[in-house]
């Protein structure tokens, strides 16, 4: 039983457009989330977080939104650059350390 | 300052034969999980430990996987038997640094491949 999935297993966008990643999760009671990107032969590395006390959180290019009613949230990448080109991996908790992770969505960035 | 180390790297195994793959986290962390990284499931959480104490394994398969932390510096996954669907990237995490934001470290991951 998924309880955090990402529905889209790759997205083509093209250079300098916007790259917009999905994720939806079944526990309301997920109090914190995370968004990692991971390239070929390479660790998960953390790109941007955000509390369900907010809804939105900005770092850059990066922008997280999250919408408690619907169990969903997104990360905004704005422009898309080729060096975006991963393996995007959302990931929720419940007040621990335990992150339940998705399935990933591969973006490839088109120069 | 290093990150989490994994060993080894990659791993070729007959179906059958045990597996031991190894982590050091990073210094000051007192969280330390392990994750298994496969295509149907992407990253499934297997096991987390706490000030070297395991705290959930309920995502360990079955009783062929065992996980140790013996110490605040080095935990063993091991796989015995090992067996063709065991075959997978895993990947050692640690967190909870003082001052941290709560986001898991990780390493570069050993890729098993079980023949």
């Known amino acids: 039983d998924q309880q955090v999935k990402q529905n889209s297993p790759s997205l083509s966008v093209q250079e300098g457009r916007i790259s917009i990643l999905n994720c939806d999760y079944t526990?309301?009671?997920?109090?914190?989330f995370l968004w990692y990107k991971k390239y070929p032969a390479e660790g998960p590395t953390f790109l941007i977080s955000?509390?369900?006390?907010?809804d939105k959180n900005e770092d850059g290019r990066f922008t997280v939104f999250l919408n408690k009613s619907a169990k969903h949230l997104s990360l905004h990448i704005v422009p898309s650059q080729p060096g975006d080109s991963a393996v995007y991996f959302c990931a929720a908790s419940q007040g621990t350390y335990k992150y339940i992770f998705g399935t990933g969505t591969r973006l490839k960035v088109l120069a | 300052d290093a990150g989490v180390i994994q060993s080894p790297r990659h791993e070729v195994t007959e179906m059958g034969q045990e597996v031991t793959l190894r982590c050091k986290p990073i210094?000051?962390?007192?969280?330390l999980f392990w994750y298994r990284q496969t295509m149907m499931r992407g990253l499934e959480l297997l096991i987390y430990?706490?000030?070297?104490?395991?705290?959930?394994d309920s995502g360990m398969p079955e009783d062929r996987f065992s996980a140790k932390m013996p110490n605040a510096s080095f935990s063993t996954l091991k796989i015995q038997p090992s067996e063709p669907r065991d075959s997978a990237v895993y990947f050692c995490?640690?967190?909870?640094?003082?001052?941290?934001?709560?986001?898991?470290?990780f390493g570069e991951g050993s890729r098993l491949t079980v023949l």
């Open positions: 526990n309301s009671m997920f109090d914190y």
């Open positions: 430990f706490n000030n070297n104490v395991p705290i959930d």
């Open positions: 995490a640690s967190s909870g640094g003082q001052g941290e934001t709560g986001e898991l470290f």
């Open positions: 955000i509390s369900s006390i907010k």
């Open positions: 210094s000051g962390h007192d969280y």
